[in-house]
């Protein structure tokens, strides 16, 4: 019964999330945008500030980790080990994907019902609270990781296009793997977990969207934390993360299944 009423609030979802212009357009075309422009500041800083950055004592103790973390880097030349450190982060900035598009989109599911009365008729049947909200995450955190690991082969394109092909062995590595495929869901699946909570809280979509941005400052902090070398991810380090975010998910959902109980829910409005 209970994969029944999870499909049918995800078919329901679905069909609201692709009909709309907007949203589609947030799911499709946002994610390309990332990486497009992603890509254009990796190109723009080794091609303009390599030397600058080269010359810097952050970017020198990045670079160091990234030597020790692989040692063939170091037969590289220098403009070419920048450029790996910065094509190193691309599976962090992945995770912004899945979490725009929860702020985006997420953030909207709940407090439009609200403000049309059809949550009404949503909590008349028989679904329970933790499954329309684990439902109403899921449908957009779905669409988001196909999208999400999309961008990544098309990632991969660009840079065998522009001639770094040479360079994906020190790039596409076991913790890009694990960022792929474990820490991504982990951080998407928080990123529309927040999104509802804060959909449901709300009494309008800007105030809802407000608690899913909480989620991107983490983000930059983790790109950050590599870049100035203050931290190398390595497989172990991006497993265990992966379960701590995963541990935070689930937290999350037992505390918006607390909160938001029916009647709650019905008097926000």
């Known amino acids: 019964m209970t994969r029944r009423r999870l499909k049918h609030i995800l078919l329901k979802e679905w069909q609201l ?7 589609a357009l947030i799911v499709t075309l946002l994610p390309l945008l990332i990486v497009g422009q992603l890509m254009l500041y990796v190109w723009l800083g080794v091609s303009f500030g390599s030397e600058s950055a080269l010359a810097s004592p952050l970017f020198q103790a990045a670079l160091a980790r990234l030597r020790q973390a692989f040692p063939p880097l170091a037969a590289l030349t220098g403009q070419e ?15 912004l994907i899945p979490t725009m598009i929860a702020v985006s989109t997420t953030a909207f599911s709940i407090v439009e019902e609200k403000v049309s009365g059809s949550l009404e008729a949503l909590l008349a049947t028989p679904v329970r609270t933790w499954e329309l909200l684990l439902g109403k995450a899921l449908a957009g955190l779905l669409p988001a990781l196909v999208v999400t690991w999309l961008c990544a082969g ?50 309008d979509a800007k ?56 009647e709650s829910i019905l008097q926000w409005r």
């Open 17 to 23: 999330l692709f009909t709309d212009l907007n949203s």
């Open 154 to 203: 098309v990632f991969l394109l660009i840079v065998a296009a522009m001639g770094w092909w040479f360079l994906a062995s020190f790039v596409v590595t076991v913790p890009w793997f694990l960022s792929l495929f474990l820490l991504t869901p982990a951080v998407a699946l928080l990123s529309f977990i927040l999104g509802v909570i804060g959909s449901s809280r709300a009494r």
């Open 81 to 95: 080990q920048f450029r790996v450190l910065l094509l190193s982060q691309f599976n962090f900035f992945l995770l």
């Open 207 to 262: 105030s809802a969207q407000n608690m899913a941005l909480f989620i991107i400052l983490p983000v930059f902090a983790l790109i950050a934390a590599q870049v100035i070398g203050l931290v190398w991810f390595t497989p172990l380090l991006t497993v265990l993360l992966a379960l701590v975010i995963g541990l935070i998910d689930y937290l999350c959902l037992r505390l918006a299944v607390r909160l938001f109980r029916r």
